[in-house]
Every structure is written in structure tokens, then in C-alpha cells.
């Protein structure tokens, strides 16, 4: 049996939500800016790598996520499972900013729950998923891991817990996200944080969530777009990507009001309000922001539907 699975790319604390707040996305050309994976039942496990990024990956194939992702799997069920050879087609460049590890991790707990008929039940499968995410990333969070397998924009309610509720979101908006090439480990960019922040500070970042959730349930643009603004993560994280003021200057000259980093950088996002913003902003983006070969802007919308398989449209619309 042979089975093509895919995972869309995220983008992590949508600027005001650090940890909490995800969004998938789904570039508009109809390519797969996300993991594609493809499990074949065979004698001996195996592992084959293709796809863009496929450069950036460890050299040892064991430390790679799939790899993990299969072992942990593996552990978690109590019937004996036939081994699987996997070809991973790379599509997110690692350390980017897009949930590359999230994708990876998706699609493969992902494709093996529903390759053996789904085993683990959901909660289970997100609190794999975000075990193994944290052991990436430094801490774990379900800020990649809750849209890349769910879809649309997620809020997860608890802090390291795997619950989460999908938020509305203005549908006419696109994403435009910009990486150029260079590597931030996650890791490291969590780093730069500090371990506490003033209370003034927690009580900004409180209204600022709040106010981007409600004027979504309003379909509220102005205010949704007002209340972008990152007061925990961007202030410490600025210096890394020190590209960020200038091209947020340029942006909103051509009035584009919102440009922030994507998870942990340097990948950048911008929301734009019709096809001409978006326009404006790759080429921008496209001009000052790509600085090696494997640079890349894609313009997006929302990705509704999260890890798929790719042969049945019937697994699309499962219970997750
Ligand atoms: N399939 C995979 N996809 C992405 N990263 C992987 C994979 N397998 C192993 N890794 C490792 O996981 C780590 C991911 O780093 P991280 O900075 O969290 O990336 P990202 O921000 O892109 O998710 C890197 O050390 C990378 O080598
Ligand atoms: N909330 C995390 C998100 C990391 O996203 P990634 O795509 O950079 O892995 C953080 O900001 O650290």
C-alpha cells in the first residue's frame, strides 16, 4: 500500500500571540508550501529525501523528525506495526520561521495514525505531536503544531496544553511571506527572550490579543489590523533580523499596515488587504529581502484544512 500526505506551513504568534496564536497557510499559485510525505509498506524501514530543502536537513537520517516521529508512533500503540519505507519531500526550509519541524512532525504522526486507522485518538496524537516539537524547539508549543494538522487560525486555550478553538478570519486578507534564506534556530531566538516582563507589559499584550480576536468576530479590519503590534517577542528579537524597521517602514508607506515576523523569524509576514498590497509587497520583499538561492515569497490565504491525505478527497473532511 502506497499513500501521499501533505502538512500546510504556519505562521507562529501571528505577532500577538507568542505560543498561542497560529495561522496555515495556503499559497495562492495552488503550490505545497508545506511537508509532502509518502509511506510504502515494505520490509526494512527506510527513509528517502527529496524536495527544495531537502539540502538543509541533519546528514544522519535518524535524527531526522520522521524518523522520530515513527519510533515515538511506534512506542504509543500496542499492536506490533509492519515496517514503512518514507519519502519526504522537503518543501519548508529548516529554521525559517514556518513551523518547518512542526510540518515535518505533522505530517508524519498525520499519515501514520491514518495509514493504521487511526490508533491514537486526537488529543493524543496533538500531545505527541507537541512533545516532540518541544524537544526541537527548546519548550513545548502548539503554535505551528495546532494549524499545520487543524487548519485555519488556532488559539490554543492553556499553555502546553493541546486544546485549542479555531478563530475567524477575513477572508479577502493575504499573507505574504517572505524568507531570505538565512537560518534562525527557534531555539536560539527563544533565547533572546526574557524569562519574565512587567506587568504593564503582560497587561499590552493582553488587550492587544484581545482586541485582534474580537475585531475578528466582527470582521472589524481597522481594528484588527490596529492591534497587531508583538510587545513580547519583537522588542528582543529585532536585532536579529535587523531588516524588519526598514521593511516595515517601506510597507506602510505603500499602505500595508501590518509586517511581523513569522514564529521565531526570519521569515516575515505581511496582511494585506486586496491583490494589489500583496502584489506591492512581493516585489518588496522580492528586491530587499532574498539574500542567498534559497530565499522565497509566496503570496497566501488561509489553509482550511490542515493535514490531508493527498489520494482521497474523503480523508479531507475527517474528525479530528
Ligand atoms: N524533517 C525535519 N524538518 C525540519 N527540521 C528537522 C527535520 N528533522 C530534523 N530536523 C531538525 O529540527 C530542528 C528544527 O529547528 P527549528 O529551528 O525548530 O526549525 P523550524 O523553526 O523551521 O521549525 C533543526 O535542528 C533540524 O535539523
Ligand atoms: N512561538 C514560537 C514559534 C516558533 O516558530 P518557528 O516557525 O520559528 O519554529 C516562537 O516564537 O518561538
Redesign the pocket.
Known sequence: MKRHYYAPASVGNVSVGFDILGLALAPEDGSHLGDVLTLTTATTTSLTLTGRYRHQ??DALD????LQCWHAFRERVPTALPELSFE?S?N???????????C?IVVTCYALNDFFGHPLAPERLMKLMGQLEGA??GAPHYD?VAPSYFGGLQLLLANQQATQVRLPWLDHWRVVVSYPGTVI???DARRVLPKQVPMTTASEAAAHLAGFISALYQGDEALALNSLTDVLAEPYRQSLIPDLLPLRAQAQQQGIQHLGIS??GPTLFAICRNAEEAQTMQHLFATQYHHTEDAMTHICRIDTQGARCLDSQDNQHETR
Open positions: 536537513l541533519p535524527d531526522n523528525l520522521v519526504l522537503k519548508l526550509p529548516v529554521g525559517s520561521g514556518l513551523g518547518s519541524s512542526a515535518s526541537m524547539s505551528n534556530r527557534t531555539a514564529g521565531a
